[in-house]
Every structure is written in C-alpha cells, then in structure tokens.
C-alpha cells in the first residue's frame, strides 16, 4: 500500500484500466517504486483529459517513462 499522508493534494484514484494496462504491460512493480507524489500525479493527469485520444496519449507516456526509468511527465527523473 502507497503512503500518501504526506501528499497535500487530492488523491486520484487507479482507474481500472490504466490498472489492467500497467499489469498487462508487467510494469506495475514499476509503478509502485515511484514516489507516492509522481504516482499520483499520473493518475490525475490522465484522469484530467477531456478526450479519449488524449487520455490514451497520456497512458502511453506514463508506460514509456516507466520503461525507460528516467523521466517523470517529460522532466528527467532519476530514482534515488
């Protein structure tokens, strides 16, 4: 289980398919290494878009970050 007591945003929920894609893509171990914030602010970024082509670009950012471990929403990103 996440901890985000520290987030002092709102928190987003998992939508069931960005869940589905994460575990078929076998990247949720991934997922759950990023810091609760980071986490967080992907669901809600892809939660915020208004139209599916867009959410859909959103997931698929969020899966190539993930892979290649170095960004977080197209700033570079170092896991510590």
């Given amino acids: 289980m996440v901890d ?3 987030l002092k945003r709102a928190i987003n929920p998992m939508p069931e398919d960005v ?3 994460l575990i078929k893509e ?3 171990e991934l997922y759950r290494k990023r ?3 980071q986490q967080n ?3 809600g970024w892809i939660l915020k878009a208004k139209r ?3 959410r ?3 997931i698929n950012q969020m899966i190539e970050e993930l892979r290649s471990g170095n960004k977080y929403m197209g700033m570079d ?3 510590k």
């Fill in 19 to 21: 869940e589905e894609r």
């Fill in 77 to 79: 990103y170092r896991a």
């Fill in 35 to 37: 810091p609760p914030y």
């Fill in 52 to 54: 599916p082509e867009t």
């Fill in 4 to 6: 985000y007591s520290k």
């Fill in 26 to 28: 076998n990247l949720m």
């Fill in 41 to 43: 602010d992907y669901l």
């Fill in 56 to 58: 859909e670009k959103r």
